[in-house]
């Protein structure tokens, strides 16, 4: 073993460092001064403590970008991987912020730094490609989303929500580590290059087609692909508001991005093919199979739902089996059309669910009837929303619409000669269609059909405003000048 | 006036009047007939001075007006008249005040109704000037609107019916007309009836007709023979020719009276004029090939309505019957001339006769005719709408100046001679004599029982028992007799001297037969 | 300077949404005022341009590592449609005078839309005119949802979803061309030069045409069209009917048969007596043609007249299109003003005159009301419009219909002769309607309309002559677009087109 010093290490990992301090930070200054204040104030605190941190850590990133790989892989710093760091943190800064005001838990410290410290999970998550260190950061993601989860004490719902995201995360875990186990068996090395390197045979040993599968089990779940995704209503709709934007959005990312890495960096060799006449087996495939699914269900259920937490979350489910495509082609335009796809949706999805909680806190409820006449009562949020539903949607010039071009394009583009994929693009693009069914049900309801008698425009924050306006504006921003993210990307 | 393009301007004149009418109108129905005169006398004076500026002389076109329109279609905007035209003109131009006159009387809408007889009137301008198919059609289908909603909107208890069947035939007809030329377009990549007419003279035509034969395995002559028919039905049904006539009857019947004067004066000349102008020059060859049977469908045409004339009841449709009647001899006439007659000149000269009788005869009638329905709407008003052959009686004691002018249209009809609807018949019986023999002589019964009917009409209105609710008909007042001297006069002077139309037809005719060889 | 018609409109939209909440004299005014300024500036440039060449109107980047750009430019066929689209907003907004519920929003949603046509029209990037595409269909759901009448919310979904399901075709179709041809640009002008492989144009140009027919209201896949053309507002009707459905034929046109028109070969073999995919949709266009008018002969509601007669009439220009001939196209082109104009006309005076007034659209409601004598300004504008609508020469239907039928005789003889037939049913449900709604059977029981009816107001008077003046002017001298459409066809962009063909 070489020397290492540790203080390299550490100064490698400042960024998350910074993270950690803050996270104790937050815990600390309340429970030792703010014990007698009110929510409130602790909140504000609490968050600004928060967000201070994420853009130190942010600032420090774009101060002195590192490029390193270290202990065989264990901590691999490139400059993309920084960048969805960076994007990361943004969105968690942004999750703070919306949690100003809410009023579903007293342990306001707690939860700030569960959140913090989730992100710290994430951001290690993106930059490595060592297999423990995945399953470790993967396992502290985890749990604090399922505590997060569980945060509102005060409704079952919640708590059901956390226990079967326990259970369900369990199960996943212990695949996902029987898969990298196997992996280990026949490679004899953590690490994803070496992996990569050592299974570049030419025929493909069914105990490898077994790992990809389990593999694929246990990242699916993560990013909440069918028939892996039955963890993902449940939670979406009993979560608390904020937990469940914060699950949609970022994790989703640091998933995305991991599920890429280790697919195509890790069983590179590996990959078959799932072209319409060139079928040859590996993992492409399977991925393929599985984002087909996703698409087909997330769509179809999503139409008949009537809780808009629950149609959130099967739309996940169908964006998560569009992103796939992105991971299935493996180039390196596919790449950051799949980052630029999953940035932009995390966005989307949690402003959408901004406004779900506005509502649900000025309605009590999350129905599509809670949300009749929005329009009239909280225009501002309103027309974010409709920027939001009409992204996901695919509508241009939103960030949503380019998204799925640049995918798309990607993906066939991934089969120089043919258009292989060619079959998988048109489900996407005709479950796309599909999905705008639902999406302007939503609109509907809000912009459409009128608000119930009686009934007082709704008072928010001007800090929450802010924040959607911000939101919204960058979704807007995405879409019609992409080229600001792709540049960056 | 000189710089002036006058046929345009004349067209122009009459549109322009209904705008005026219906936009100034609306304040006072006085000030909307007023002004509908107006721009009726207007119309006429242009006339007039057309009239007086042609040049009789010339057998072609004049006053003639070109300029592109749209040459991805081959269409110009052609215009121009020669004889047969300016004739066609001034009898528009002379009935449609008449139609005013008589229509004074009325009290709904009046804006409306002068200002569709204007629109009318320059529909009726535009196709007897125009020489290029799209604004002939324009015209054509110009003249049908307003035609429509006039008996539509003011006609007798059975007008919606007979407003939709006279829509739907005349309409029918045109569409026929439309497809025929749309063809003929098709083949020889011209819509323009100069040029159409000197292929049809040369023989062109059949070869360029061959590009659209292939299809379906048609010969050229086929082909030539479909349109011919195509464009024959849309001519036939607005004269009419039987067996196309059947709404003409209910048609003049239900429609208000001034707007039977100008069906009858002035549109039906419409389908006689495409017979002469388009029809004839182009396809000459076709329909000498069929000419035995037109002929005796003209020489039904006669005798038929005139039998028919007989059976009726009501004045007007007496009237309806026997207008079909005299524009018989018209289409009996046209037929006559298309027999192939080479360089005989005798022959030349008996076709002109006949070509001079039918133009004359398309005068007349429009002139007698209207008159004749200017005197039941007369009728009409004195005796509350009752206008039933056996309603009245005796009327000559209590309005003998009524039934002294009314006895001279009806002689006129009748074919007396001095007066003027006698010269016409004779120039078509003598012209048409020696080329169909058969056909006019049969024809000469249609002669007889106009007589027959005319004069039951004198006996049955005029003479005989006085009914006491007429005792007290006014007879007719001064301003109406004022009127009505006109075109009486022009009866007797048309009678007497028919040089003054015929001097100006004459080397059309004999241009138009030269061309029929 | 064209690509001001778009910005200016998104501007009105800006401004609208920052008027106080319930100012509806504001709204409407600026609405209209923003209209006339987007058709000023077509006018301006129409006039500018003597002939209908290519002209660039904005050229910039976009996403450069893609190769897009931003690319706006206009030739013959863009102007008149751009010029259709001045005229029916202005009239359509001026025949929406009277709205007062959310007026705001209402012309907000009207200048959206019609700032987004202006860019389908104006784009010459595939990238750039599906976005527009796409962004036109969100304000039509919501103009028909929140303001429309007969079953709106179902009429509004099922035309959003028809036309969006229209659009995910296009989509396919364009991502997979972007990829054949390289993935380094969407230009209209280069694409429309490089050379797809023939089997790939077999299956995209299908899949494109019935995408785009789809929003043309293309036989079989037309039922959206008279359900949301009823359901919508009038001003709402006008625009959808007049124009949107001109966005689909324009996509056809432009992207169908300028890119891919190996497409319209011969196949090679016969399947149900078709050999080439132009002998489909030539049939598809004239079952459109006679269907629609047999459907609207039998119709009981006044306004599913004029839907399906809308049908109808695009069912020429479609044939139009697929004739490959000078003529058929010119004729289609053509069609597509005219009918833009007269089914705006047309609705105009069923929706604002009729149905306002007379709170029933029920044939035979009206029947026996004597709504000729009631409103003789709406008889009179309805009989204008019929005369033009069936064809009538004088209007800008006739030279357009006699285009496509000359057209079609070249190509498909018998079809012409069924277009024939389409017409002659035109002016029987035309007729039929115009008698039944305005002149009632006179007498016998007569119910006379409970108290006078509102006069027509300065505003629908004033929309009326518009589009009545237009069609005329186009009527009588249509030389005035075909100087444009003409040298626009015969531009090297078509060249694939017409060496196929063979004419």
Known sequence: ?489 | ?517 | MLAWTIYISFLGVLVLLLLPKNSVRAARIVALLTAIAGFAVIAAGFLQQRSGELVTVARVPWIPSLGIEYHLASDGISLTLLLLTGIVAVSGILFSWNMEHRAREFFAFYLALIGSVYGVFLSFDLLLLFVFYELAIIPKYFLIAIWGSTRREYAAMKLVLYSFAGSAMVLIVLVAAYVVAGSRTLDLVQLAQFPFPVHFQMWAFPLVFVGFGILAGLWPFHTWAPTGHVAAPTGASMLLAGVVMKLGAYGCLRVAMMLFPRGLDAWGFHVLGFGSWRDVFALLALIGIVYGAMVALVQRDFKFVVGYSSVSHMGFVLLGLMTLQQIGLDGAVLQMFSHGILSGLLFAVVGRMVYDRAHTRDLAELEKTHLSKAIPFAAGTFVVAAMASIGLPGFSGFVAEVQVILGAWHAFPLFAVGAGVGIVIGIAYTWRAMQKAFFGAPSRGTVAVASPLPPITLPERLGAFILIGVSILIGLYPQLLLRVIVPALHSPLFDGLWKGSGR
Request: with cysteine; aromatic share 12%.
């Open chain 1, 1 to 489: 073993m070489t020397a290492f010093s540790y203080l390299s290490l550490l100064h490698l990992v400042l960024p998350e460092v910074i993270v950690v301090i803050a996270a104790l930070c937050v815990l600390s200054v309340d429970l030792m001064f703010l014990r007698t204040a009110e929510a409130r104030l602790r909140g504000s605190v609490g968050a600004l403590l928060s967000v201070a941190g994420c853009a130190a850590a942010i600032g420090w990133i774009l101060h002195t970008p590192q490029t390193a790989n270290v202990l065989n892989g264990m901590l691999v710093l490139n400059p993309l991987a920084q960048r969805v760091q960076i994007a990361l943190l943004i969105l968690t800064m942004l999750t703070v912020l919306i949690f100003i005001g809410s009023t579903f838990t007293e342990h306001i410290s707690e939860y700030l730094s569960l959140i913090l410290l989730a992100t710290v999970s994430m951001m290690f998550l993106v930059s490595t490609q060592n297999l423990l260190v995945i399953f470790l950061s993967l396992e502290l993601l985890s749990l604090s989303l399922y505590i997060l989860a569980a945060f509102n004490k005060r409704s079952t719902r919640s708590a059901e929500a956390a226990l079967k995201y326990f259970i369900f995360g369990g199960i996943s875990a212990a695949f996902l580590l029987f898969g990298f186990s196997l992996l280990y068996g026949l490679s004899n090395s953590i690490n994803l290059t070496s992996i990569a390197s050592t299974l570049h045979g030419p025929a493909l040993d069914p105990l490898l087609l077994v790992a990809i599968v389990m593999v694929m089990v246990g990242l699916g779940f993560k990013v909440a692909a069918a028939p892996f995704h039955f963890w993902a209503p449940d939670v979406y709709q009993g979560a608390p508001t904020i937990s469940a934007g914060f699950i949609a959005s970022s994790s989703k990312v640091a998933s995305f991005f991991l599920l890429y890495q280790v697919m195509v960096i890790g069983l590179a060799g590996a990959e078959g093919s799932s072209a319409w006449h060139g079928y040859a087996s590996g993992w492409v495939p399977v991925v393929a199979i599985v984002a087909a699914l996703s698409m087909v269900l997330g769509n179809l259920v999503a139409i008949m739902q009537t809780s808009v937490r629950r149609l959130l979350a099967y739309s996940a489910i169908a964006h998560g089996g569009y992103t796939l495509l992105g991971v299935l082609s493996h180039t390196d335009q596919s790449f950051s059309a799949l980052l630029y796809y999953a940035i932009t949706y995390a966005l989307t999805v949690l402003g959408a669910f901004v406004v779900v909680a506005l509502v649900e806190e000025e309605t009590g409820g999350d129905t599509l009837s809670h949300f009749a006449g929005l329009s009239r009562r909280a225009p501002v949020a309103a027309f974010c929303m409709m920027i939001f539903m009409l992204s996901l949607a695919g509508i241009p010039p939103l960030a949503g619409f380019f998204g799925k071009f640049y995918l798309f394009s990607a993906a066939l583009a991934s089969t120089p000669g043919t258009i292989g994929l060619l079959w998988l693009v048109i489900l996407a693009i005709a479950m796309s269609a599909v999905s705008l069914y639902y999406y302007l049900k939503v609109l509907k309801y809000i912009y459409v059909t009128d608000p119930p008698a009686g009934t007082a425009p709704i008072r928010i924050s001007v800090l929450r405003q802010a924040v959607l306006c911000l939101i919204a504006l960058s979704v807007v921003l995405l879409g019609c000048a992409p080229n600001l993210l792709l540049h960056w990307l």
């Open chain 2, 1 to 517: 006036m000189t710089l002036l393009p006058p046929i345009s301007c004349l067209t122009i004149v009459p549109l322009v009047g209904a705008i005026a009418v219906l936009a100034l109108g609306a304040k006072s129905p006085k000030l909307a007939r007023g002004l509908a005169l107006g721009f009726a006398f207007l119309a006429l004076a242009i006339t007039l001075v057309l009239w007086h500026r042609f040049n009789p002389a010339s057998g072609g076109l004049q006053f003639e007006e070109i300029h592109a329109w749209i040459p991805t279609l081959g269409v110009e905007y052609h215009v121009g008249i020669d004889g047969l035209g300016l004739l066609m003109l001034a009898l528009s131009a002379i009935i449609v005040p008449m139609a005013m006159a008589a229509s004074w009387p009325i009290q709904e809408r009046v804006p409306l109704y002068f200002s569709l007889i204007l629109m009318l009137e320059a529909g009726l301008f535009g196709t007897f000037t125009a020489l290029n198919f799209f604004h002939w059609f324009l015209f054509w289908e110009l003249s049908l609107i307003p035609a429509f909603f006039l008996i539509r909107l003011w006609g007798g208890s059975q007008r919606a019916v007979a407003a939709t069947q006279f829509f739907v035939y005349t309409m029918a007809g045109s569409v026929a007309l439309l497809l025929a030329f749309l063809a003929i377009f098709l083949c020889t990549g011209t819509f323009d009836f100069m040029h159409l007419a000197d292929l049809g003279r040369n023989g062109q035509l059949l070869p360029s007709l061959a590009v659209l034969a292939d299809w379906h395995r048609f010969t050229a002559e086929k082909l030539a023979l479909v349109l011919c028919f195509g464009m024959f039905v849309g001519f036939a049904v607005k004269v009419p020719l039987l067996p196309f006539h059947t709404w003409l009857p209910a048609t003049y019947a239900e429609a208000p009276t001034g707007t039977t004067m100008l069906l009858t004066g002035t549109m039906s000349k419409m389908g006689l004029y495409g017979f002469l102008r388009i029809l004839l020059p182009i396809f000459c060859v076709q329909l000498r090939s069929v000419r035995t049977p037109l002929l005796w469908l003209a020489v039904a045409t006669i005798v038929l309505s005139a039998y028919a004339a007989f059976a009726q009841k009501d004045l007007k449709r007496i009237f309806a019957y026997s207008s079909i009647n005299h524009l018989g001899y018209c289409m009996l006439g046209i037929f006559a001339i298309l027999k192939f007659t080479g360089d005989d000149p005798a022959l030349a000269t008996e076709k002109a006769a006949a070509l001079s009788g039918v133009l004359l005869q398309m005068f007349n009638h429009g002139l007698t005719a209207a008159t004749l329905f200017w005197f039941v709407a007369l009728l009409e008003k004195r005796s509350g709408g009752l206008r039933g052959l056996n309603d009245f009686g005796g009327l000559r004691t209590v309005a003998p100046v009524f039934c002294g002018l009314m006895g001279i249209a009806l002689f006129s009809s009748l074919g007396l001679p001095g007066l003027n609807g006698f010269v016409g018949e004779f120039l078509i019986f003598k012209g048409a004599f020696p080329l169909a023999i058969a056909p006019t002589s049969v024809s000469v019964v249609g002669l007889l029982l106009t007589a027959i009917f005319l004069l039951t009409i004198l006996q049955r209105v005029f003479s005989g028992p006085l009914q006491e609710r007429w005792s007290r008909m006014p007879d007719l007042t001064v301003g109406e007799r004022l009127a009505l001297l006109s075109p009486l006069a022009l009866m007797f002077v048309l009678g007497l001297y028919p040089q003054l139309v015929l001097g100006v037809i004459n080397n059309t005719v004999l241009q138009m037969v030269q061309q029929l060889r």
